[in-house]
């Protein structure tokens, strides 16, 4: 929204500066974008008089002037302009007087003297015509300094409007508000309904109430419409960003600006029988004021007669019925119409028109009348004419309902206590009812205020009014109690802190993937594609997080960094309607297993740095050989806890390398995080005073059988005082039958109350022994 102060001035004006106006009504909540100076380029231009003319007997195209300026002589001047005529007022810049790149002086133009220049509002810097002088109204008083007659001590502001405020998009709304800001009064336009001079109508039939709840619209006969705009309308029309079209034009627009209602005006001679107000029928077309011509959707709100479409309600008038210069008579229309009947149609069209931009948001369905008054008493007033009654076509408009503001809450949302008069006073400025009701206040809000509609939006609005540099700062006070944190539970910021100690780094990916990575990676998975994509390769949500990983990897890859190891804690989502958002952990190792050193050869991570990784997670892990669609079907594990399957530990499946345009296959794994949070709670046990003794035992097993599954069976043999049993070597090669291999495993024993004797070792040694050999038929190798 785009004004002149001065504009806004003559309705309200506060003790303010241009620059405190624009903080207050920014603080209040009316965004003040910018302050555009329009001070011109310019000094010593004054109103001048053409008295006498001559043509130059020197030159063609050049006139000898005298021109007065409220002096007593006249000033010579020499002028080139073709307008140029005896009793014009034009500026005339005198001798000293500084103009945008040039100051004038007296000179001799052809052997004639001339003591100034008479100029055009391109030389004055007021705009890009130069095609003559700039005519100045013929009733200026010579002398008169150009910048006072024009106004042009003037600021231009530029507003920047939430949605919510419909309101502020006419002056008048501005002015009210300015008010309630500053307590000042405004002094708003007195709109009396105009005498009618004719009882001629036009029949309008609202077909669609819902959609248009009031019509108001009345015949003026007669009008002059080459009458030429007043000045003070049109400068207010062009600092508002408005370009002057001719009287019945500014007139509609002049009403749009101040009071925020659109008008629209019809040449009564171009319509054929009565206006309907209907939808559109669909393929109806219409031609547009702007010449574009549009195809119109049966959700379309129209303003027809018999002929068909004459307007697009509130968004454009048509071509076929506007007016112009020839116009003699004119229907006059202002309307209601519903927002969600104007909302988004203009866009279909690449519009955003200044109509349209209020009806979205809703326009004060108690203004329409006085609006059309107000356009009437103006229309009359410039281009003369016989006004008729009004016609009327009302429906249900929105009711205002009352709202309980409870003066506790009010102090409780606020921080601070405010007193029932101030709180009446400030809802009263915003034109409210307010009426007391116990220990609450009633408010009825206005009709303007169509956002106004809970308790909450009228604290926001005396919170606003106080200002909220006037609430007091207080320090929060609250009862501080540590929560219980429950030791036989890991919490995700623990899982993190494992991985980040064992070098990996933390990522953030998108939850919305790329669909085709979603083929790849999930095979006859059925991800959730987004309705409304932000870009063609993010429209499904993804069901793994292995897609931004390797996303993540190929970014890093591109960067020149080698060795990759990262992490993420993120939902994945599964079900038609993404019912089941499951959290997961899921991981990526890239590259070599350590940084470059001088301590140990560099050599590729593997399987088993990943896993030993994956164990550091939780204890109880176990890992069997499977086949997941993508990963390495000879280097893929499925990872299980207490009997449950909770995720997948391997390599890139090769076929996909190229697919992600990778020369090496990262290694990759992916957890159910719920699994993964059990711990064991930690428990006292007092150190043994006696010795521990080692066994280790070297079996020979079959080349399919996972060690796991041995150290299994070893540990569901040992007697209570064996402490530990672990692999610590793999043998294939010679003495070991093709087809074998030998797992060497290390027992340690230790009773916490006495030396274990030699027959007792030697006793749970053959026990373990013994069972690996029944259960998987192992041999002990000598």
């Not at 210069?325 to 028109?353: I, K, W, Y």
């Not at 890859?557 to 038609?576: A, K, M, P, W």
């Not at 003495?735 to 009773?751: H, N, T």
Request: glycine letters at 8%.
């Amino acid at each position: 929204m785009q004004f002149s102060e001065a504009w806004l001035r003559a309705l309200v004006n506060p003790p303010l500066n241009t620059t405190q106006l624009a903080h207050a009504l920014t603080m209040a909540g009316l965004e003040v974008e910018g302050v555009a100076d329009l001070t011109p380029g310019f000094s010593g231009v004054v109103v001048g008089e053409v008295l006498y003319c001559e043509k130059h007997p020197d030159a063609d195209r050049l006139q000898i002037c005298r021109v007065g300026v409220g002096e007593t002589d006249s000033l010579p001047i020499v002028c080139g302009a073709p307008n140029v005529a005896v009793g014009m007022k034009v500026p005339c810049a005198r001798v000293g007087a500084k103009l945008p790149g040039m100051e004038i002086r007296a000179a001799q133009v052809r052997g004639v003297e001339s003591r100034g220049m008479l100029c055009s509002a391109r030389e004055l810097g007021l705009s890009q015509d130069g095609a003559g002088l700039y005519v100045l109204p013929a009733d200026a008083p010579p002398g008169t300094d150009l910048c006072d007659l024009l106004a042009l001590d003037d600021k231009v502001f530029t507003l920047k409007l939430t949605p919510n405020r419909a309101d502020c998009f006419g002056m008048v709304g501005i002015a009210r508000e300015v008010a309630a800001i500053t307590g000042i009064p405004a002094t708003l336009p007195k709109v009396a309904p105009v005498l009618q001079d004719t009882t001629d109508t036009w029949r309008v039939n609202v077909l669609e109430s819902a959609a248009c709840p009031l019509y108001c619209g009345r015949v003026i006969k007669g009008v002059n419409a080459r009458a030429a705009t007043p000045d003070w309308i049109a400068t207010r029309l062009e600092r508002a960003g408005l370009r002057p079209l001719g009287a019945i034009v500014d007139v509609t627009n002049y009403v749009l600006l101040e009071m925020g209602q659109p008008l629209h005006a019809f040449d009564l001679g171009k319509l054929s029988g009565a206006l309907r107000v209907r939808w559109a029928a669909a393929g109806e077309s219409l031609e547009l004021l702007n010449g574009e011509k549009v195809v119109l959707a049966a959700d379309m709100l129209v303003i027809a007669d018999d002929a068909g479409p004459q307007a697009l309600a509130g968004i454009m008038g048509g071509a076929p019925s506007a007016v112009g210069e020839a116009t003699q008579d004119v229907f006059l229309e202002a309307a209601f119409f519903a927002p969600e009947a104007v909302a988004g149609r203009a866009r279909r069209f690449g519009l955003s028109t200044d109509s349209s931009q209020r009806f979205e948001r809703g326009v004060d369905y108690a203004a329409t009348r006085v609006a059309l008054e107000r356009a009437s008493a103006l229309l009359v007033q410039i281009c003369g004419g016989r006004p008729g009654p009004v016609v009327e076509a009302k429906g249900s408009l929105p009711e205002r309902k009352p709202i309980t503001l409870r003066l506790d809450r009010l102090a409780r949302m606020l921080g601070f206590s405010m007193g029932t008069d101030e709180a009446a006073l400030y809802l009263e400025r915003l034109g409210a009812r307010v009426a007391p009701a116990g220990d609450a206040l009633l408010v009825t809000p206005p009709s303007f205020r169509f956002d106004l509609a809970i308790e909450e939006d009228l604290v926001e609005e005396l919170a606003r009014l106080r200002g909220y540099d006037a609430i007091p700062a207080q320090v929060p006070r609250a009862a501080v109690a540590m929560l219980p944190v429950s030791e036989t539970l890991a919490s995700e910021a623990d899982l993190a802190e494992r991985l980040v100690h064992r070098d990996y780094q933390e990522v953030v990916t998108y939850s919305f993937v790329d669909p085709a990575w979603e083929a790849t990676l999930n095979e006859g998975g059925a991800p959730l594609a987004l309705q409304n994509p932000i870009a063609s390769h993010l429209a499904v949500m993804r069901t793994t997080l292995w897609g931004g990983l390797i996303d993540t990897l190929k970014y890093n890859l591109d960067h020149q960094q080698s060795r990759v190891r990262i992490f993420e804690l993120g939902r994945v989502f599964h079900g038609v309607r993404a019912q089941e958002q499951p959290r997961r952990l899921a991981g990526l190792v890239y590259g070599p297993a350590q940084e470059e050193q001088w301590g140990s050869p560099t050599r590729a991570a593997d399987f088993f740095d990943l896993k030993s990784d994956v164990q550091a997670l939780a204890a109880g892990l176990e890992f069997e050989r499977a086949s997941h669609p993508a990963l390495h079907p000879g280097l893929s594990v499925a990872v299980s806890r207490a009997g449950r399957q909770v995720g997948w530990l391997g390599a890139l499946h090769p076929r996909l390398l190229s697919r992600f345009d990778l020369t090496l296959a990262p290694w990759l794994f992916e957890l159910a995080l719920d699994a993964l949070t059990a711990q064991e709670l930690p428990r006292y046990q007092a150190l043994s005073r006696f010795p521990s003794l080692r066994r280790d035992l070297a079996l020979v097993v079959a080349e399919d059988i996972p060690a796991a599954s041995v150290l299994d069976v070893l540990r569901s043999a040992a007697v209570p005082y064996v402490r530990s049993v672990e692999l610590f070597d793999l043998y294939r090669g010679k003495g070991v039958e093709p087809g074998k291999k030998s797992l060497a495993f290390r027992v340690v024993m230790q009773d916490t109350e006495r030396t274990l004797t030699e027959a007792e070792v030697e006793g749970a040694v053959t026990r373990m022994v013994e069972a690996a050999q029944s259960r998987l038929q192992a041999q002990l190798r000598s």
